[in-house]
């Protein structure tokens, strides 16, 4: 079975740190483009970063350029997100995303891994 | 940003009716837009891609269509499964932006 599986969310205070994984299984990852999306409780979705196959090509939304930082380990099958100056805006649902070329689109989602920030 | 509009924000609807959802870009996108379908507690799921392209296991009735600034998704005939949240995303440029979500309910 194709599958996400995040982790590494928390509860931190603001200006704290986080990193969040995600372990790829049923498809190896090296072939694929990947992303982060996240939702705040009750509110849409914002595609946050992007990664090639290569990691040759990376982005970020304005909203985290500069506190986030996204990465890959295609010898762990496994995608990464460092997160850091937290700010309580930042609390939401954070869900790794496989984005193939072919597609242009999320064909396969993770569960996701909640974080909170909170004094 | 490429900023996406969906209308409308919600829709009541019955079982067996005709539902059509729009989305609008700031921009020119070609065809590069996705539907997704989320239910409460879960992850989104991918319905159609490139505009029009249904995606493997997505039932027929779900459609797409529409090129450059207006794009629709329909589902023929709504399915007691079909109540959820809609959201249509942009990929032709990065940030790939979301609408803001249709949640679709019961009448």
């Known amino acids: 079975e194709v599958q996400l599986v995040e982790s590494g969310g928390g509860l931190v205070h603001p200006g704290g740190s986080l990193r969040l994984s995600c372990t790829a299984s049923?498809?190896?990852?090296?072939?694929?483009?990947m992303t982060w999306v996240r939702q705040a409780p009750g509110k849409g979705l914002e595609c946050l970063s992007f990664i090639s196959s290569n990691a040759n090509t990376i982005k970020y939304a304005d909203s985290v350029k500069g506190r986030f930082t996204i990465s890959r380990d295609n010898a762990r099958n496994s995608l990464y997100l460092q997160i850091n100056s937290l700010r309580v805006a930042d609390t939401a649902i954070y869900y790794c995303?496989?984005?193939?070329?072919?597609?242009?689109?999320?064909?396969?989602w993770g569960h996701g891994t909640m974080v909170i920030v909170s004094s | 940003d490429i900023q996406m509009t969906q209308s409308p924000s919600s829709v009541s609807a019955s079982v067996g009716d005709r539902v059509t959802i729009t989305c609008r870009a700031s921009?020119?996108?070609?065809?590069?837009l996705a539907w997704y379908q989320q239910k409460a507690g879960k992850a989104p799921n991918l319905l159609i891609f490139a505009a029009s392209t249904l995606q493997s296991g997505v039932p027929s009735r779900f459609s797409g269509s529409g090129s450059g600034t207006d794009f629709t998704l329909t589902i023929s005939s709504l399915q007691p499964e079909d109540f959820a949240t809609y959201y249509c995303?942009?990929?032709?440029?990065?940030?790939?932006?979301f609408g803001q979500g249709t949640k679709v309910d019961i009448q």
């Open positions: 049923g498809f190896t990852i090296d072939n694929y483009e």
């Open positions: 921009q020119d996108i070609d065809t590069w």
């Open positions: 995303q942009q990929a032709s440029n990065f940030p790939f932006t």
């Open positions: 995303a496989r984005h193939p070329s072919w597609v242009e689109a999320v064909d396969v």
